[in-house]
């Protein structure tokens, strides 16, 4: 396909498709539903449903499906035909509204928390009409919302839509106080940059901690990884840009607006970033975007991994969240304009922002807390664990002479002169980027750098647009009670940049110094594993916050405690398994058997002249032998470990002892195995190598 324009959102039944078949009373009632949040009429339910089937069919789909985002931080999908019996004996293709606002899987079989009871199956979706419908392979998928008979959320999305709301709600009372009468919707966008690695089918499928866990559980360095820093923004390969352009035109189909594609950093990792979009359909598109990164991999004889730190040592995967908030009529809050000293809303905005952050730090680091991302925040390739902001030397200067009511003098603009005619010259931007930072101001946005990989955006958009209302809700309560609205304005800016100025830091976060500072100095959280943070999300103030604006329920809130938790513990118990099997069935024998070899050699030598000494293998086999032990007694410690998990008790003890214990006997297992590798056979050595997996694409 050549002609972009032509199949771009093809397989989407977007505005464009909507317009173009429904009727104009009922296409204008559905627009408001999803522009204004109005009530959806059941006969327009009837009317888009439809439609919406006659499209379908026409595109090859037989089958349709309410797909929705339960707590397993995967899609989930129940496929059923669109036939129906007719009275002559054939059958008629047909879909009802109801069909479409409703469906009805089982809700004992996904994530609860305890809210459902495995003989309390009943769980409803409810269609989501503010994200389009999709075609994929042969059925239509409608995204739907996710929730328990008791109307509990058992999803991502619900939460997510409620947290839009709330920050809709807010940001429009603080608009109004501005004057502004005509915005009639305020919502949240998110471009978020998705990492990934490729590497071929065949070494992925000799691994098994690969395909049990997604990550590397062995590995030993390869001489060269990205040391010489030639992977970065390099020239893409052959098959990896056979593979971009595929995935491209799969995502195209689909209306997700696939941009940016690069190599990043370390051997066989990537990037893809879209063009922002709303949050949800932003949030609907990145899992989709995982899905078929994945599915179009295996055309290529690829596999595309999205762990966060599936190889050790090596550069980990992020997905950064680029957020921003904007009103229907396209303005930008968070754009400071040419003269952001002088643009009190933009101000507000931002204080509004600052607060959040500070505020609700330990609320950012719970919505990024997994058992893979705790591999990577503080590495040197992401962000630290303690949560801090990036504003630049431009917006610094403005917040430090509103604090110490002095005149701000500006950044004066530099002009980029390369020292070549030829060359272009141009105007130098005002703020530097820090790749450092966790969430650092990127001209109009915020660029939120601690999400995994592999996780969804849900949860941190959840957070940050719910604390940010908070702020907002604060800021308009005073703000309406104020006689003087400009003098109460600029005292409320003034007092949370002095209240929060320690949230923000404009140097290097992989400094130990500056850990030291944020958490000795200033105060700031330094929750290093999920089961270090997620006890917090049960503080009081973070409940009543959550709880206040309607985005979750107390039972909701304890319920993603639970689930976390419980995914935690069960994801490292797999990996230490795992490690456990591939030590003892195949690390062990191909040492052993290496050994073998090397003592017959050095029988069959001093055969010939006992006089031999044989030197260099008699020490080997005396080192393969000492590793032998020491990989089978590093075993024997982590099964002895992990079978004490279960007598923990609750699943917090059992996650903290998995932290300390467990844990600690893997690192213990993988050093005695790490060793033996540097000295085994490469002919024994039962699996691909690191050198092997990162340079295997070509």
């Given at each position: 396909?050549?002609?972009?324009?032509?199949?771009?959102?093809?397989?989407?039944?977007?505005?464009?498709?909507?317009?173009?078949?429904?009727?104009?009373?009922?296409?204008?009632?559905?627009?408001?539903?999803?522009?204004?949040?109005?009530?959806?009429?059941?006969?327009?339910?009837?009317?888009?449903?439809?439609?919406?089937?006659?499209?379908?069919?026409?595109?090859?789909?037989?089958?349709?499906?309410?797909?929705?985002?339960?707590?397993?931080?995967?899609?989930?999908?129940?496929?059923?035909?669109?036939?129906?019996?007719?009275?002559?004996?054939?059958?008629?293709?047909?879909?009802?509204?109801?069909?479409?606002?409703?469906?009805?899987?089982?809700?004992?079989?996904?994530?609860?928390?305890?809210?459902?009871?495995?003989?309390?199956?009943?769980?409803?979706?409810?269609?989501?009409?503010?994200?389009?419908?999709?075609?994929?392979?042969?059925?239509?998928?409608?995204?739907?919302?996710?929730?328990?008979?008791?109307?509990?959320?058992?999803?991502?999305?619900?939460?997510?839509?409620?947290?839009?709301?709330?920050?809709?709600?807010?940001?429009?009372?603080?608009?109004?106080?501005?004057?502004?009468?005509?915005?009639?919707?305020?919502?949240?966008?998110?471009?978020?940059?998705?990492?990934?690695?490729?590497?071929?089918?065949?070494?992925?499928?000799?691994?098994?901690?690969?395909?049990?866990?997604?990550?590397?559980?062995?590995?030993?360095?390869?001489?060269?990884?990205?040391?010489?820093?030639?992977?970065?923004?390099?020239?893409?390969?052959?098959?990896?840009?056979?593979?971009?352009?595929?995935?491209?035109?799969?995502?195209?189909?689909?209306?997700?607006?696939?941009?940016?594609?690069?190599?990043?950093?370390?051997?066989?990792?990537?990037?893809?970033?879209?063009?922002?979009?709303?949050?949800?359909?932003?949030?609907?598109?990145?899992?989709?975007?995982?899905?078929?990164?994945?599915?179009?991999a295996e055309r290529h004889g690829l596999v595309c991994l999205l762990h966060e730190k599936p190889f050790d040592g090596v550069n980990g995967s992020g997905k950064h969240n680029n957020w921003s908030i904007s009103t229907d009529t396209g303005v930008n809050l968070l754009s400071p304009g040419e003269t952001p000293y002088d643009n009190a809303q933009f101000l507000l905005f931002l204080c509004a922002v600052i607060k959040a952050v500070d505020d609700y730090q330990d609320l950012l680091r719970i919505s990024v807390a997994t058992a893979g991302n705790d591999h990577r925040l503080g590495a040197n390739e992401a962000p630290p664990a303690v949560v801090s902001m990036f504003l630049?030397?431009?917006?610094?200067?403005?917040?430090?002479?509103?604090?110490?009511?002095?005149?701000?003098?500006?950044?004066?603009?530099?002009?980029?002169?390369?020292?070549?005619?030829?060359?272009?010259?141009?105007?130098?931007?005002?703020?530097?980027?820090?790749?450092?930072?966790?969430?650092?101001?990127?001209?109009?946005?915020?660029?939120?750098?601690?999400?995994?990989?592999?996780?969804?955006?849900?949860?941190?958009?959840?957070?940050?647009?719910?604390?940010?209302?908070?702020?907002?809700?604060?800021?308009?309560?005073?703000?309406?009670?104020?006689?003087?609205?400009?003098?109460?304005?600029?005292?409320?800016?003034?007092?949370?940049?002095?209240?929060?100025?320690?949230?923000?830091?404009?140097?290097?976060?992989?400094?130990?110094?500056?850990?030291?500072?944020?958490?000795?100095?200033?105060?700031?959280?330094?929750?290093?594993?999920?089961?270090?943070?997620?006890?917090?999300?049960?503080?009081?103030?973070?409940?009543?916050?959550?709880?206040?604006?309607?985005?979750?329920?107390?039972?909701?809130?304890?319920?993603?405690?639970?689930?976390?938790l419980e995914n935690y513990c069960k994801t490292v118990t797999i990996e230490a398994n795992t490690m456990s099997g591939m030590a003892r069935t195949q690390i062990a024998p191909a040492v052993e058997a290496y050994s073998a070899e090397l003592a017959g050699s050095v029988a069959a030598k001093r055969a010939v002249d006992p006089s031999i000494e044989c030197a260099y293998e008699t020490a080997l086999v005396r080192k393969l032998s000492g590793l032998l032990d020491g990989i089978a007694e590093a075993a024997d410690a982590l099964d002895a470990a992990v079978s004490e998990i279960d007598s923990k008790g609750e699943i917090g003890d059992e996650a903290n002892y998995i932290r300390?214990?467990?844990?600690?006997?893997?690192?213990?297992?993988?050093?005695?195995?790490?060793?033996?590798?540097?000295?085994?056979?490469?002919?024994?050595?039962?699996?691909?190598?690191?050198?092997?997996?990162?340079?295997?694409?070509?």
């Amino acid at each position: 396909m050549s002609n972009i324009p032509d199949y771009f959102g093809s397989l989407v039944f977007d505005d464009r498709v909507m317009k173009a078949t429904l009727a104009a009373d009922v296409y204008s009632s559905l627009r408001r539903t999803i522009d204004e949040g109005a009530q959806l009429d059941p006969e327009v339910a009837d009317a888009v449903a439809v439609a919406m089937k006659d499209w379908a069919v026409a595109h090859g789909a037989t089958h349709y499906t309410h797909w929705f985002q339960p707590l397993t931080g995967i899609t989930a999908e129940k496929h059923d035909s669109f036939i129906s019996p007719s009275p002559d004996g054939g059958v008629i293709m047909y879909f009802s509204g109801k069909e479409l606002i409703k469906g009805e899987p089982d809700a004992s079989s996904f994530p609860s928390g305890g809210i459902r009871a495995t003989f309390e199956a009943r769980g409803y979706t409810a269609w989501d009409p503010t994200s389009y419908a999709f075609i994929k392979g042969k059925t239509l998928c409608i995204p739907t919302a996710f929730c328990s008979y008791g109307g509990e959320a058992l999803d991502k999305k619900t939460p997510l839509l409620r947290s839009m709301d709330a920050l809709n709600r807010q940001a429009l009372r603080i608009l109004r106080l501005f004057g502004n009468d005509t915005v009639k919707c305020v919502r949240s966008s998110v471009g978020p940059e998705q990492e990934y690695f490729l590497i071929t089918k065949e070494m992925y499928d000799k691994r098994p901690d690969l395909r049990f866990t997604g990550r590397t559980l062995f590995g030993v360095k390869p001489p060269k990884g990205q040391e010489m820093d030639d992977h970065y923004f390099g020239a893409i390969k052959p098959r990896v840009l056979e593979y971009m352009e595929d995935l491209n035109e799969e995502l195209w189909k689909l209306g997700i607006l696939a941009k940016t594609e690069h190599n990043e950093v370390a051997p066989a990792q990537h990037e893809l970033a879209p063009i922002y979009s709303t949050t949800n359909i932003a949030t609907d598109h990145n899992q989709l975007t995982m899905e078929i990164m994945q599915k179009v991999a295996e055309r290529h004889g690829l596999v595309c991994l999205l762990h966060e730190k599936p190889f050790d040592g090596v550069n980990g995967s992020g997905k950064h969240n680029n957020w921003s908030i904007s009103t229907d009529t396209g303005v930008n809050l968070l754009s400071p304009g040419e003269t952001p000293y002088d643009n009190a809303q933009f101000l507000l905005f931002l204080c509004a922002v600052i607060k959040a952050v500070d505020d609700y730090q330990d609320l950012l680091r719970i919505s990024v807390a997994t058992a893979g991302n705790d591999h990577r925040l503080g590495a040197n390739e992401a962000p630290p664990a303690v949560v801090s902001m990036f504003l630049g030397d431009e917006l610094n200067a403005v917040l430090e002479a509103i604090e110490s009511d002095t005149p701000y003098k500006g950044v004066e603009k530099t002009t980029m002169k390369l020292g070549v005619d030829v060359l272009p010259t141009f105007s130098r931007d005002t703020t530097d980027r820090n790749r450092t930072s966790p969430f650092a101001f990127t001209g109009n946005k915020f660029e939120f750098r601690m999400v995994g990989s592999s996780d969804s955006i849900a949860c941190a958009n959840v957070m940050l647009n719910t604390a940010v209302a908070e702020s907002l809700r604060i800021y308009a309560d005073r703000l309406e009670a104020a006689d003087d609205f400009k003098t109460a304005l600029g005292e409320m800016i003034k007092k949370t940049i002095k209240d929060h100025k320690k949230i923000i830091f404009n140097g290097n976060g992989y400094d130990d110094a500056w850990i030291e500072e944020a958490t000795e100095k200033r105060g700031l959280l330094n929750y290093r594993t999920t089961p270090d943070c997620l006890p917090h999300l049960l503080d009081k103030k973070n409940v009543d916050m959550l709880t206040s604006h309607g985005v979750y329920t107390l039972t909701e809130l304890r319920s993603r405690y639970e689930i976390i938790l419980e995914n935690y513990c069960k994801t490292v118990t797999i990996e230490a398994n795992t490690m456990s099997g591939m030590a003892r069935t195949q690390i062990a024998p191909a040492v052993e058997a290496y050994s073998a070899e090397l003592a017959g050699s050095v029988a069959a030598k001093r055969a010939v002249d006992p006089s031999i000494e044989c030197a260099y293998e008699t020490a080997l086999v005396r080192k393969l032998s000492g590793l032998l032990d020491g990989i089978a007694e590093a075993a024997d410690a982590l099964d002895a470990a992990v079978s004490e998990i279960d007598s923990k008790g609750e699943i917090g003890d059992e996650a903290n002892y998995i932290r300390d214990v467990v844990i600690a006997r893997m690192a213990d297992l993988r050093r005695v195995c790490d060793e033996a590798e540097t000295v085994t056979s490469k002919k024994y050595w039962p699996f691909p190598s690191y050198a092997d997996l990162l340079f295997s694409v070509r």
